[in-house]
């Protein structure tokens, strides 16, 4: 029997059932694994063993009395620091918000709650989910438990390594532009941004509120299903999420599924410089997996794959100087002590509270809204994105699926790339036109690199269809054969 | 030189709706400072605008009334900078695609004698829109406080044509707005409680000229009166300036009521860039044909439209209805009354817009002991409107309109109506009851009042000359004997019509 803290969500599930294994167990099993690989791995910007353990009573008490909320009842799910929940700290990774705890929760935290899930640790991140590498966190640098020399990707990458590295059953994070599926990309684990609209934006710290999905990180396509699953509906608190029936994507999973399907691959992608040869190699090879098993392969085109990056860069630059214009130094944030009037607190309490990126996206955010630059930059990268999202609906004209790169390299070193922001923008190259166009899309292991480093393919589904995308997803693992595969720490 | 002033307003009026205008937070006024707020009105972390589609309602309610056009479709713009009243640092408010455009508002000037009908026209709208109102500084030496109970409030921005040129149009433009939109039930148009506030762009030109002067921006006016004398004020100002060669800058002033001057405020250098754009937390709104068909057939009769058909349908004086029509709560008094009595409603509405509203302001006087002192706009200074007292008013509009009836048929003098009217104010009870009680029923027995008349010719045989003679006010000698002798009762009608008889 492997480690419990290496178990699915469905096998902890079942031991809970047969009662093998109380939630308890399961949490203290959890809470000890943390505590032992932390120190390496750095996931964690908090965690509360107290509340954990009591919430772990309270499932085994529900089992005990034959009140079982869902498959989630009992166990730990951890959460990217950007997630609101009442009484837990809430703090974006940011010295802005180092002090501050949420007074509410936001709805897929209250639907998590309501499913029986344990909340086990706020995760780190990119400050303000604005980066790739998790190196932005005011806090700590999270290492990729594959290889602790290397960045776990972001802005999510404290919930893909604690995934990874066993710290926690399943996690939520967030996916403005690849936040999701380039950290599980690159800590071998599944990663999935669903479609705009599908899970409530209310209670998730906005970034760029066009682009922000919440989305789960699992040790396999089952497991996201089940997270998924919980926390996906619409939501009378935010507008932009949509009325649509929620499947029960678990029991919707098929190892069939990509028989006689089309799956499109986008010349554009492959063609992209910077795209690193093992990353290539593996990704084509997980291709001709699906063809092996049933999937027929064509060549497609999404022609402004090009412009993506610098859409991106004006529509959540803009939408970030807005969101985040409300931490402000007058409310429940970092207040400056040394400010002389309200405008020199504005400017001192932003400056000491905000780290670099977050700083450099608002100044860029700022300028390509005013007066004079709106027309040029952000109307016209409005415009540009109307074009990105047509590329996608012509090309699901003719396929069922995309099949690309979740990210052009594997996990690169820590400070490799922090001096060159450039450099670090480009690793979203793939992933940035399915926030674009709204659609849902999903990184599954499908190699590893010589230095043993994973591999993620990104499948890219259509809108709303998250129930055919987790099957495709789980029909290639399958053929895959990877699961199973743990960081040695 | 002649000049001439172009005068716009931009009126911002707080809705009358259950909640806030972005989330389900309750707002009134005169709460305990930040109590009306919750996690949206913060702006915590992770928060969102959900729309409140009754405040779109009444918005496009009002733009109807006014005869604006109502869009297919309209957004919310987000409306960028950093203020401690603005817990977001951002308004969301509507940029490009407002809710109503163009229509204009009905006005009517001051006559020349005051009593009867002044002159009316349009005053042009170039818009209405839909945002919400910020939070409430209060400064103190070393600190400022704020209270986030206002945050969030459905706030309409009526905005004016440069289409104005005097006080007096502005003052009669804002109370026009206060009229109809009160009828319409959208708000209270209270500018004491805040509920209705006006900014006044304000620019002079010698008479005749196309071109536009520099234009000036003045707030801090909490009335209508304090609007038209700011603005003549400010005219005066301006001509000043120009014919003394003194250079006027684009800015903001703000109106001293102490002083009766205004004071610069702020220049354009420190103007800001709202870096408006699409808000994309909430959808643009789609507005249905169904919706402005519903909202259509619940439109009430606008101020003047009403007054025009109370002159013309039931001949009431001009002075009359400019009191009633004013106001929805007097004119269902009004209409009330005529449902139990219809014969005479020029009687009911002079005792309405008379007897009725002094007793009520004589009454709300006498308790509140208020003053006219507008400027401190705290909760005890705001004057109760004779609204609220209207609904306590003992006097029902049945009541009211028997009154009417028991002196049209005879049954009571003016003077004894007049005695009666107070006692129902007073003690609430109907007229009939009261004239039992007091035995004021008019003495119309004609065999009787003869007997009186009689006795009086007999004292006064020089009055009797006089009126034959042609003196006709004469008889009035021989009448006051006769009320004296009935103790105040006789029909003075009655007694008149005998008197001429008997002298023949």
Redesign the interface.
């Known amino acids: 029997m492997s480690q419990i803290f290496y178990k699915t969500v469905s096998e902890l599930s079942d031991l809970m059932d047969s009662k093998e294994l109380s939630s308890a167990e399961i949490t203290k099993a959890f809470i000890e694994r943390t505590k032992s690989v932390e120190d390496k791995i750095s996931a964690f910007i908090s965690y509360d063993e107290d509340s954990a353990m009591k919430a772990a009573e309270a499932s085994d008490t529900r089992r005990a009395r034959g009140e079982k909320l869902s498959e989630l009842d009992g166990i730990p799910v951890g959460l990217k620091d950007v997630l609101a929940v009442k009484g837990q700290p809430l703090t974006c990774a940011s010295r802005m918000l180092e002090n501050f705890v949420s007074p509410y929760t936001g709805t897929s935290l209250k639907m998590l709650e309501d499913a029986g899930a344990v909340f086990w640790g706020r995760l780190n991140m990119d400050e303000f989910a604005m980066g790739s590498s998790c190196e932005n966190s005011a806090f700590k640098k999270t290492k990729n438990p594959w290889d602790t020399t290397r960045i776990p990707g972001g802005s999510s990458g404290g919930s893909a390594a604690a995934v990874a590295a066993g710290e926690c059953a399943v996690a939520l994070g967030s996916d403005t532009g690849g936040s999701i599926r380039q950290p599980a990309s690159l800590c071998g684990v599944v990663g999935m941004k669903p479609t705009y609209g599908l899970v409530s934006r209310f209670g998730l710290a906005a970034f760029a509120s066009s682009l922000d999905q919440i989305g789960p990180f699992a040790r396999c396509v089952k497991d996201a299903a089940i997270l998924l699953k919980a926390v996906a509906g619409h939501d009378p608190l935010d507008s932009t999420s949509v009325k649509v029936d929620i499947p029960d994507y678990p029991s919707l999973l098929r190892e069939d599924s990509l028989k006689g399907k089309k799956i499109g691959v986008p010349r554009e992608y492959f063609e992209a410089s910077g795209m690193d040869a093992e990353v290539r190699a593996s990704v084509e090879s997980a291709i001709e997996k699906c063809k092996s098993i049933g999937a027929e392969i064509v060549e497609i085109s999404l022609p402004h794959t090009d412009l993506a990056i610098p859409v991106y860069y004006i529509v959540a630059t803009a939408e970030a100087s807005s969101n985040l214009a409300r931490y402000d130094g007058i409310r429940y944030t970092h207040r400056s002590k040394c400010a002389k009037d309200v405008v020199d607190l504005y400017f001192k309490s932003r400056a000491e509270g905000f780290g670099e990126e977050v700083k450099r996206r608002i100044i860029l955010g700022t300028y390509v809204l005013s007066s004079g630059y709106y027309d040029a930059y952000y109307l016209r990268a409005q415009k540009v994105r109307t074009l990105i999202r047509g590329d996608f609906e012509r090309a699901f004209e003719s396929v069922d699926l995309i099949c690309a790169p979740t990210s052009p390299t594997c996990a690169f070193k820590v400070g490799e790339k922090i001096s060159d922001p450039l450099a670090m923008y480009l690793n979203d190259i793939f992933t940035i036109n399915v926030n674009l166009a709204g659609l849902p899309g999903i990184s599954i292991p499908c190699g590893f690199s010589k230095e043993g480093l994973p591999i993620g393919l990104q499948m890219i589904g259509k809108a709303f269809d998250e129930a055919a995308l987790l099957s495709y997803a789980y029909a290639f693992e399958r053929a895959s054969g990877l699961e199973g595969r743990h960081p040695n720490i | 030189m002649e000049y001439e002033a172009v005068i716009g307003l931009e009126v911002h009026v707080q809705l009358k709706t259950q909640s806030k205008l972005f989330t389900a937070v309750e707002h009134r006024f005169g709460a305990e400072p930040n109590t009306l707020t919750n996690?949206v009105i913060?702006?915590?972390?992770?928060?969102?605008?959900?729309?409140n589609y009754e405040a779109i309602r009444k918005t496009i309610k009002v733009g109807m009334l006014f005869g604006c056009k109502i869009p297919e479709i309209t957004k919310w713009d987000?409306k960028?900078y950093?203020y401690?009243d603005s817990?977001?640092?951002?308004q969301l408010s509507q940029y490009d695609q407002p809710l109503c455009l163009g229509g204009g508002v009905e006005i009517e000037l001051p006559s020349a004698n005051g009593s009867d009908m002044g002159e009316h026209r349009v005053v042009k709208l170039t818009r209405i829109h839909l945002e919400e109102d910020v939070g409430k500084l209060t400064h103190f030496s070393s600190d400022?406080l704020?209270d986030y109970n206002r945050a969030g409030i459905p706030l309409m921005e009526i905005v004016s044509e440069p289409d104005m040129h005097s006080g007096d149009e502005a003052f009669a433009y804002l109370n026009a707005l206060k009229s109809v939109i009160s009828f319409a039930g959208v708000s209270d148009c209270d500018m004491e409680k805040g509920q209705m506030r006006a900014d006044v762009n304000i620019s002079v030109r010698p008479k005749g000229s196309d071109k536009l002067g520099v234009k000036i921006e003045m707030k801090n006016m909490n009335s209508p009166s304090h609007v038209r004398s700011c603005i003549d004020y400010e005219i005066r100002r301006q001509i000043d300036c120009i014919k003394n060669g003194v250079p006027l800058v684009q800015e903001t002033r703000r109106w001293d009521v102490q002083l009766g001057v205004t004071q610069t405020m702020r220049t354009k250098e420190e103007a800001h860039?709202y870096?408006?754009?699409p808000d994309?937390?909430?959808?643009p709104v789609m507005i249905s044909e169904e919706l402005k068909a519903q909202i259509k057939a619940e439109l009430p009769e606008v101020p003047f439209e009403r007054q025009r058909r109370y002159m013309s349908d039931y001949g009431l004086p001009y002075s009359a209805t400019s009191v009633l029509c004013h106001d929805i709560e007097l004119c269902s008094f009004f209409e009330e009354s005529l449902k139990t009595y219809s014969k005479n409603p020029k009687g009911t509405a002079n005792l309405i817009t008379n007897d009725l509203l002094r007793e009520i302001y004589s009454k709300s006087e006498s308790e509140e002991d208020s003053s006219d002192d507008f400027e401190s706009v705290s909760e005890e200074a705001v004057k109760p409107s004779h609204q609220s007292k209207l609904a306590e008013c003992k006097v029902t509009p049945e009541n009211l309109a028997l009154l009417v009836k028991l002196g049209d048929d005879g049954v009571i003098s003016k003077q004894m109506a007049k005695e009666v009217f107070a006692e129902m104010f007073s003690s609430g009870k109907n007229p009939e009851s009261i004239v039992e009680e007091k035995g004021l029923r008019q003495n119309s027995d004609g065999g009787e009042l003869e007997k009186f008349c009689i006795e009086a010719m007999s004292k006064n045989q020089k009055a009797i000359d006089q009126y034959k003679a042609g003196n006709a006010k004469a008889i009035n000698a021989l009448i006051g004997p006769v009320m004296k002798a009935s103790g105040g009762k006789a029909n003075p009608a009655m007694v008149l019509e005998i008197m001429k008889r008997l002298i023949g």
């Open positions: 996690s913060w702006a915590f972390p992770g928060v969102l605008p959900v729309i987000r960028n950093f401690p817990p977001k640092n951002y400022s704020v860039d870096r408006y754009f994309p937390d909430l959808m």
